[in-house]
């Protein structure tokens, strides 16, 4: 028999390579295990059936698929290449290699992916941490580094700002090149929104990674001030007068913000009409700052003037303040200058007048120094008798102080009787320094001197010498030597006279050449004597003297010469004279019988 062995089967020549159509919907990822973006999504649509599908990673094992059939297929990549191992970051050209049942083979370019497991780098923030700030916070900017990875993925990036209630300060986001402003709705401008606030920056790149920094910054507009200055660690109060030495200045600082004290910035500077004096500043404690002088203020006067102390304050959101006081560094007694109307002194003075009221001047001047001023309530002045008794008076002053001449009245009740006095005056200054009393003392004689000339009011024959004396003077002594006698005839010349002879209170004046007794140099000459005393005080006496050298004439007689009478009781006789007049009193007629 015959056997048949024939086997009819079909075959299919197929010399055609599949067709696999790949496709990514993002070429970065960051395998990781991060939770974000671990997987790279990888579609593809097989024409036809294959025997094998592959995924080729340059220079790394192939990562074998299993999903061959025809149709549409997901493949959620884990990153790892064939051997189970992640890729290190980096950029890979990823292909597809199909074998279909035939043995064809096609390879198909997937895409560049892009494996980045790094997080997005915040190179810069602005506002900075804990940065302090006292101008306008209008927005707010996040830098990052230009990744050699994937980009940044602006779109998912935020920045957030909250204040210290947690309340959110709404903004509007927007990117510039590689960074992101936070534009807010409402800056920060008044200082009712001094506080606080905290920064959140979240950063993602393309490839999922995320980075979230969060700061704080301040905002502070609040100026810091001075609580308190000490001079000497004494409480010191301007503006003020000071008559101690000085040596060193100290002040409390307060920060009125949130932001503190920036002591570093912070200074005290003393200076005097503009010239700074020297010294070494120092920190004592967190918001105390010590200026030490170089040298202290002296008391001798040498340092007095005004003084002006000048505080400068900064605090770390560079709010600065400066805040200036004075002070009137006085360390000298003022002085009692004049009185008037009589200017006393330690020498005993004669008041030749009933004084109603004395007016005393002070100054407080040292040079060109600023000074406090005289203190018209605390200064004094009284007139007392020799038993210590006080004279009722009241004292008027000009103002209630000057740094000028202060003057200040005493108005006695009644007039000063004549006696003797003393005189007392006592000047303070608005700083303290107080004069040692004063007292000067007085007399008050109300008799003035006498002074009589010898010849007085007279009628003489011969000019030849006048004498004048002062009597009852009282003074403090003549001052002989300003002390003169002169004699002046009818038309004012001044008689030459000899050296002026002065003895104690006596004045002789003697003529130089005797007149003519023809009567040429005859007429009503006028004497004057002033005696000057130590004060200054002068005293006149003035006289006249008639100068007569010619006798009277006999002008007639009854019965007149050579007549012959046969009786005779009673005679008259008739004199003339053109200057002096007439003595009858010690002219005589005398009767001569011829026989």
């Known amino acids: 028999t015959q056997t048949d062995h024939t086997r009819t089967f079909s075959v299919t020549v197929d010399t055609q390579p599949p067709q696999v159509s790949p496709q990514v919907t993002r070429s970065e990822f960051s395998p990781n295990s991060d939770g974000s973006r671990d997987t790279l999504t990888l579609n593809y649509t097989l024409d036809e059936r294959l025997s094998k599908l592959q995924l080729l990673i340059p220079s790394h094992p192939t990562v074998q698929l299993v999903d061959f059939a025809v149709g549409s297929h997901t493949l959620n990549w884990n990153g790892k290449n064939g051997l189970g191992t992640v890729l290190p970051d980096g950029s890979y050209p990823l292909q597809l290699q199909g074998t279909d049942l035939a043995g064809n083979q096609s390879t198909t370019v997937v895409d560049t992916v892009q494996v980045d497991t790094e997080k997005p780098t915040i190179t810069q923030s602005s506002p900075i941490a804990n940065a302090n700030l006292n101008t306008p916070v209008s927005e707010l900017n996040a830098i990052f580094a230009s990744d050699t990875g994937s980009q940044i993925d602006f779109d998912q990036s935020t920045i957030t700002v909250k204040d210290v209630n947690g309340t959110l300060q709404a903004g509007t986001l927007r990117q ?17 929104e001094n506080g606080t ?4 920056i979240k950063g993602f790149d393309l490839a999922g990674n995320s980075n979230t920094s969060t700061l704080s910054f301040a905002f502070d507009t609040r100026q ?19 008559n101690s030495a000085v040596s060193s200045v100290e002040a409390d600082l307060v920060d009125n913000g949130i932001s503190g004290l920036d002591l570093a910035n912070s200074a005290i500077q003393l200076s005097k009409s503009g010239a700074v004096v ?13 200026f030490q002088l170089d040298n202290a203020l002296q008391t001798n006067g040498t340092d007095d003037g005004q003084y002006q ?16 006081t004075t002070f009137i560094y006085d360390t000298q007694p003022p002085k009692l200058t004049s009185t008037s109307p009589f200017n006393f002194s330690l020498d005993k ?8 009221a004395i007016t005393a001047t002070f100054s407080d001047q040292n040079g060109s120094a600023i000074i406090s001023g005289i203190d018209a309530e605390a200064s004094k002045i009284s007139v007392s008798k020799n038993d210590g008794s006080v004279i009722p008076a009241t004292m008027q002053v000009d103002n209630a102080s000057s740094t000028e001449t202060q003057n200040i009245e005493l108005r006695f009740e009644s007039g000063l009787l004549s006696g003797d006095y003393l005189f007392s005056a006592t000047a303070v200054d608005l700083t303290g320094n107080k004069q040692p009393t004063i007292e000067y003392p007085f007399y008050v004689d109300l008799q003035p001197p006498e002074i009589q000339l ?32 002169v004699v002046n005839d009818e038309s004012g010349n001044t008689v030459s006279a000899k050296e002026l002879e002065k003895t104690d209170q006596n004045l002789v004046w003697r003529i130089a050449a005797p007149l003519p007794r023809d009567g040429s140099k ?3 000459y006028t004497t004057v004597a002033t005696f000057t005393d130590l004060e200054g005080q002068t005293y006149k006496q003035k006289t006249k003297l008639t100068v007569d050298t010619i006798g009277p004439t006999l002008t007639s007689t009854t019965p007149a010469k050579d007549a012959k009478v046969s009786t005779l009781s009673d005679i008259t006789i008739t004199l003339s004279d053109n200057l002096s007049g007439i003595d009858f009193g010690q002219t005589q007629v005398t009767l001569v019988s011829s026989t």
Do not use: C, W
């Open 176 to 192: 510039d090149g590689n960074t992101l402003v936070q534009v807010l709705d409402n800056q920060l401008d008044l200082v009712s």
């Open 309 to 324: 102390i000048a505080i400068n304050i900064a605090d770390m959101a560079g709010n600065v303040h400066q805040q200036t």
């Open 454 to 485: 010898d010849p007085s009011d007279t009628s003489i024959v011969s000019l030849t010498m006048v004498s004048a004396q002062i009597l009852n003077y009282a003074g403090l002594g003549l001052d002989m030597e300003k002390s003169s006698l």
């Open 278 to 290: 020297n010294g070494i500043l120092a920190q004592v404690d967190a918001d105390t700052i010590h």
């Open 224 to 242: 810091p001030v001075v609580s308190q200055i000490r001079l000497n660690n004494i409480v010191f109060v301007g503006p003020s007068n000071i």
């Open 522 to 524: 005859d007429g009503i």
């Open 197 to 200: 606030y905290t920064v959140t």
């Open 349 to 356: 003075l004669r008041v030749d007048q009933s004084l109603t």
